[in-house]
């Protein structure tokens, strides 16, 4: 981090005697001390902010009660005043006391001004999380050399959106989704109606896209936490005897590649596709799979996430996989690398790590991704594959359909097919079973089409990955929603310019070996220790909640319960030895930690400790230890079927 100079400002020397309560000097100091949190947060604005010269910075001068203000150009050119010209921290606090007063304390706060909202927010509320959206850096660096902001920065309570681009503003809003999702309130700085105008309009219109993306992730993670914990442990023998992605990265370096989803426009592509695997790397979802098999076009890879046993069917009996490769996110479902007959990429987990700990071998990661089809472009990326072409990635439902034409759910709606039902009304039927969700977007050729919420999530993150990627998006699909950052051309035309030499014949094969069964030994000795630890675990646990019981009772004597204290607090101590398991058991629990979350924040920092406040904290605190007894006794019950499994592999 570079060094943070205290800063000379010719306004502020200039304005010294005129405000005795704000020399220089102090503002020299604040603002070190601002900057250098910012750079441990966000190190890439603060580098920006530090390369500003004071001189480009927003002016301050004095206002009459001895505090600063400031003036900026508005949009219409004229001059206006961020502040108050005489009490700006005065009607900071009038500003902040005249909104509701919320239990959920995360604000979306447009324009920093000098920072005296901020401050006053951090008074008001116990642990404020702020999200500052403001495109003036000159006017953030004002704010770093008036107002007190370390903290607030270091505890990452204070961040800063000073960029309207969608995926910008998804990469910081996604690290507060927990928080979003129980409830913010908006701030709107007065000056902000006036100053960046359109970028802070652009924000507010970006958002709710956000939190229904942001909803979307966190329902999932809810519902499936202990369906990725156990598929995650029951993919333990492919994990440990097959290497990862790391043998595959840089692999097909400057080839193409060619990602195949499961939107309706596939149907016209196939004949052309099953000509281009010998100079293109075919990546495929796994719905998929066996359309291409049917039609002898064998993919390079084929990709796997999904959760549900379900999934296996778009494997089984499939016939051989020739050379083709399963690529799959540990939490997809075992069944499907169990019914897989080839060669196999399981990705790093977190878990495995804190399982086995020593034991675990090392694999390569990919970024996490809301699809099957996410995954095939980060892992498209990660072979160094450029251009990377996209086929079959509608997004919507062209032509009226929801999966392309030849999809095993036709076999399902066999029995109902008659001259008065045909295939094109059961798709019809399946889109408008969701009308609720509808919307309508530009196509490719920017006529109108229908997608849902869930795919227009998706669209999203396809595009905040298209604008970050190193290599060429070509859209080839010939429809399907318009996604920013791709260039739109015919598959034929991007053949004929991208897909122009033969791939080496060895290109894929595997480098690496896999783990021996001594190897794999050590991974049962691991989870066997780990089951003797939660034991453990749940010992502690088990006193805790009922030491928290008695406490209900004793609220009213306060030595009495002190004693009782003094021996919670020695079981916290104890449980903070087993760190890596309990983040596991919580992780396994994830209900009880956002209620947990949730109560905080509900509760706040109340002036005065009562016997009403202290029952709720309990029985906060009891809930949560509930929760987690409950995520013990659901990993005593997997850990024994992983440990099987791993033998029964080894055998």
Known sequence: MPAVAAPR?????????????????????????????????????????????????????????????????????????????????????????????????????????????????????????????????????????????????????????????????????????????????????????????????????????????????????????????????????????QPGVESLAGRAAGYPAILIAAGPSLARQLDLLCTLRDRAVIVAVQTVYKLLLSRGCTPHFVTS??????????????????DCILVAEPKATWHVADAFPGRKRILHSDLVDDLLRDAAPRRGSLKAGSTVAHLSLYLAEHLGCDPIILVGQDLCFSDGLYYPPGMPIEQTWAPELSRFCTIE??????????????????????????????????????QADFAASRSRIIHAGEAGMRLAHTRCMSLEEAAKTHCTHTLPRELFADQLQGQSDIQTDRAVEALEARLEELREVRAIAEETESLLGR??????????????????????????RHDRLYKIVVEAAPVAELRRVSADRSLGAPQRETPDTARRRLNRDREFVRGFLDGCAFLEGLLPRAIARLRSASA
């Open 551 to 576: 406490l209900m009772d004793l609220i009213e004597r306060p030595d009495d319960f002190n004693r009782l204290l003094a021996r919670v607090d020695d079981l916290r101590m104890r449980m903070l």
């Open 305 to 322: 996430l999904d959760y549900h046993e379900v999934s296996s069917q778009f494997f089984r009996d499939a016939g051989e996989s020739g």
């Open 425 to 462: 009304m059961k798709q019809w039927e399946r889109v408008v079973r969701g009308r609720s969700i509808l919307r309508r977007v530009p196509n490719v050729h920017g006529r109108e089409t229908y997608t849902d919420d869930q795919l227009f999530t998706y669209a999203e993150q396809f």
């Open 9 to 241: 400002n010719p306004t502020l020397d200039r304005h010294a005697a005129a405000s005795d309560a704000e020399p220089p000097r102090l503002l020299a100091s604040r603002y070190a001390r601002n900057l250098r949190a910012l750079y441990r947060i966000q190190p890439d604005l603060a580098l920006k902010i530090d390369r500003m010269p004071f001189a480009s910075a927003v002016q301050i001068e004095p206002a009459r009660s001895g505090d600063w203000t400031a003036r900026v150009p508005a949009d219409d050119g004229r001059p206006l005043y961020v502040h108050s010209r005489y009490q700006p921290r005065d009607e900071a606090k009038r500003f902040v006391a005249s909104q509701p007063q919320t239990e959920a304390p995360t604000f979306i706060v447009f324009g920093t001004g000098l920072g005296y909202t901020l401050v006053e927010l951090q008074h008001r509320y116990h642990e404020a999380i702020m999200l500052v959206v403001e495109p003036e850096v000159g006017l953030i660096k004002a704010a770093l050399c008036v107002s007190e902001l370390h903290e607030a920065i270091e505890n990452c309570r204070l961040v800063f959106l000073t960029s309207s681009d969608r995926a910008a503003l998804h990469e910081v809003l996604f690290r507060y989704n927990g928080h979003l999702l129980l409830g913010f309130q908006q701030f709107v700085h007065p000056y902000a109606n006036r100053v960046s105008r359109e970028f802070h309009q652009a924000v507010r219109a970006a958002l709710p896209d956000f939190l229904a993306f942001g909803k979307m992730q966190m329902m999932t993670l809810l519902r499936n936490a202990r369906v990725t914990d156990r598929n995650i442990v029951m993919n333990l023998p492919h994990y440990m005897r």
